[in-house]
């Protein structure tokens, strides 16, 4: 897939602003476009046959469980319509950079790289529990699959 301008843009002044600075705060990364982090798929995806049921999910400890066992013990979750997200954002004025898998979405920002760099100078203990902790953040058939909407001010 090729590169929008508009990504390229944002993913220059967000590594420009991490090379700088270091790692941006929750504030800093919202001035610069908004993100949307989720499972779900674009509508096509998302209404098929396979789902005519919904996307509610439940789990208890990352185990899959029924919606009514373990009551306010259990995680609750629904897949996002992503297409819908899309259209509304653009209706108010945001312009749609990119939907991507959340793999592709760290990995373009130099995220490792800048993980490599940062983790350094930690004790060899919190070294491994960073890689591990950004191996998750990334990896396929897990965090790596969730999907990355970013949308930005025109």
């Known amino acids: ?9 944002l993913v ?3 590594r420009a602003r991490i090379e700088c600075s270091g790692p941006l705060t929750f504030a800093e ?20 046959p396979e789902r005519r049921y919904g996307t509610l999910l439940c789990y208890y400890r990352h185990v899959d469980e029924e919606p009514l066992v373990r009551v306010g013990l259990q995680d609750v979750t ?14 108010v004025g945001l312009e749609t950079i990119e939907l991507t898998a959340q793999r592709a979405f760290l990995v373009g920002l130099g995220i490792p790289d800048v ?6 100078g930690l004790c060899p203990a919190r070294r491994l529990e960073a890689d591990l902790a950004l191996a998750e953040l990334i990896r396929t058939g897990g965090l790596g699959d969730f999907r990355v909407l970013v949308q930005r001010k025109r």
């Open 115 to 120: 993980a490599a760099r940062l983790g350094s």
């Open 29 to 48: 990364s919202m001035e610069l476009a908004l993100y949307h982090s989720s499972c779900g798929w674009e509508a096509a995806e998302y209404y098929a």
């Open 1 to 9: 897939m090729a590169e929008s301008p508009g990504r390229l843009e």
């Open 12 to 14: 220059a002044e967000i």
């Open 78 to 91: 629904a897949h996002v319509e992503f297409t819908s997200l899309m259209r509304h954002g653009e209706d």
